[in-house]
C-alpha cells in the first residue's frame, strides 16, 4: 500500500471511530427516540456522503413499517403512520436478514431482540459506487443504533409503567379530594399548550405534564372539611393547606424518575415578587414549570371558582391574568399564556366552560 492510500485509509478511519463517540455521545443527551433517529440519520447522511438515507423501524411481522426517519438536501422528517413495505429492497433485508450492497445503495438490517429494521443509504448513480470499507462502516455504526434504539425502547417502557403508577396515585387523589378543590383535566391541556408557546423541549414538558398531574398530591393529608369549607378558614388550617406544596414533594421524593418533577410542585404557589410560598422565591429563582403553572393553576380556579370563591367569567378571568403580570404571575408565561388563549379562544372557553 503506497503513501497516499494509507493515509486515506487512516482518515477514514478516524472518521468513523469519531462517529461510533458521536452516536454514544448522540444516545446519552437525547430523551426521545424521534430525535435520536433525526440525529443519527444526518449523522450517517454527512458521513457517507449520501443522497439519502432512511432509518425504519417494523411491527413484529416484518412486513409494517412503524416509524420511518428521512433524511436528505431539502428533507428531514420523520413518519409515524403504520405503513407497509413494499420496496424490494427493504423487503429482502428483512426477510433474509442480511445486508445488501450494490453500487449506490447499502442497505443494512437493524436486529436486537424485539428489534426489527433497516438502515439503508443511497448516492445517484452518477455517483461514486459505495465499496467494501464503507459497508464494514455501515454495518459497525448499524450496531451502535441499535443499542440506542434499545435504550430509547426500554425508557419508552419505563415511561408507560410510571405514566401508569402517576394514573393510579391521580385516582386515589381524585377519589379523596373533591374536583371543586382540584383541577379539571383541561388545566392539564393548558398548561402544556403555554409550555409548547414556550418552546420547552421534550424533557422539560414530559416533566411539566407529571408536575401537572401530581402538584395536588400533598392535598391528601388534608382534612376533607378545611378542603371544602366555604366560609374564612383559621390561622392553622391557611398553614395546613399551605403546606401541601411540601407534604406533595415529601411524598414524590422517593421515586427516582420524579427527581425533575419535585422543584416545580414543591413551588408552584411561589409569586413572581417573591410574596408566594413556601421559599418566597421571586423572578427566576422560581423554576419555570412552577411559574407556567401558576398562570394556568390561577386562571383553572378563576373561571371554576373554589368553595370560598366564586367563579367569573372567561374574558375577565384573562383579564386578572394581565393585571398580574409582574406581580403574582411571570410576564413572560403571562404573554405565552395570552398567545394561546387568543389562538385557541374557541377550543379552550369550549372545553374549559
Do not use: W
Not at 379523596?176 to 403555554?194: D, G, Q, R, Y
Not at 423541549?201 to 411539566?208: G, I, T
Not at 369549607?229 to 401541601?244: D, P, T
Not at 411571570?330 to 374557541?346: G, L, T
Amino acid at each position: 500500500m503506497n503513501t497516499k492510500n494509507s493515509l486515506i485509509l487512516t482518515k477514514r478511519y478516524k472518521t468513523i471511530l469519531s462517529s461510533i463517540h458521536t452516536v454514544y455521545r448522540l444516545i446519552n443527551s437525547t430523551f426521545d427516540l424521534k430525535d435520536f433517529l433525526l440525529g443519527f440519520g444526518r449523522l450517517i447522511y454527512q458521513i457517507f456522503d449520501a443522497k439519502d438515507c432512511q432509518i425504519i423501524l417494523t411491527d413484529n411481522s416484518k412486513k409494517y413499517s412503524v416509524i420511518r426517519c428521512f433524511i436528505n438536501p431539502t428533507k428531514k422528517q420523520i413518519n409515524i403512520h403504520k405503513t407497509k413495505i413494499i420496496n424490494p429492497v427493504e423487503r429482502k433485508v428483512l426477510e433474509t436478514n442480511t445486508t445488501i450492497c450494490k453500487n449506490t445503495i447499502i442497505a443494512v438490517p437493524l436486529v436486537a431482540e424485539e428489534i426489527s429494521g433497516i438502515l439503508e443509504i443511497k448516492r445517484t448513480d452518477q455517483e461514486k459506487p459505495f465499496d467494501l470499507f464503507e459497508k464494514e462502516a455501515l454495518l459497525t455504526l448499524a450496531t451502535q443504533a441499535v443499542i440506542g434504539i434499545k435504550n430509547f425502547r426500554l425508557i419508552e417502557e419505563q415511561e408507560k409503567i410510571l405514566f401508569g403508577s402517576i394514573k393510579s396515585l391521580v385516582t386515589l387523589l381524585d377519589a379523596k379530594v373533591p374536583t371543586a378543590c382540584t383541577h379539571t383535566p383541561e388545566f392539564l391541556k393548558l398548561v402544556l399548550a403555554i409550555g409548547y408557546q414556550m418552546h420547552l423541549n421534550e424533557k422539560d414538558l414530559k416533566s411539566l405534564e407529571y408536575a401537572s398531574l401530581l402538584h395536588d398530591t400533598g392535598k391528601i393529608g388534608i382534612p376533607l372539611g378545611i378542603l371544602t369549607k366555604s366560609e374564612q378558614l383559621s390561622e392553622e388550617e391557611i398553614k395546613l393547606i399551605r403546606n401541601h406544596p411540601q407534604t406533595g414533594a415529601k411524598i414524590l421524593k422517593s421515586v427516582e424518575k420524579l427527581k425533575p418533577v419535585i422543584p416545580i410542585i414543591l413551588h408552584h404557589h411561589e409569586k413572581y415578587d417573591g410574596t408566594g410560598y413556601p421559599s418566597k422565591l421571586r423572578k427566576n429563582q422560581i423554576p419555570l414549570g412552577s411559574r407556567i403553572m401558576a398562570v394556568a393553576d390561577a386562571f383553572d380556579a378563576i373561571i371554576h371558582g373554589r368553595p370560598y370563591k366564586h367563579k367569573i367569567p372567561f374574558e375577565e378571568a384573562i383579564e386578572e391574568i394581565k393585571t398580574n403580570s409582574g406581580k403574582q404571575f411571570d410576564p413572560e408565561v403571562v404573554n405565552a399564556f395570552i398567545k394561546v388563549i387568543s389562538s385557541q379562544k374557541r377550543k379552550f372557553k369550549k372545553i374549559l366552560k
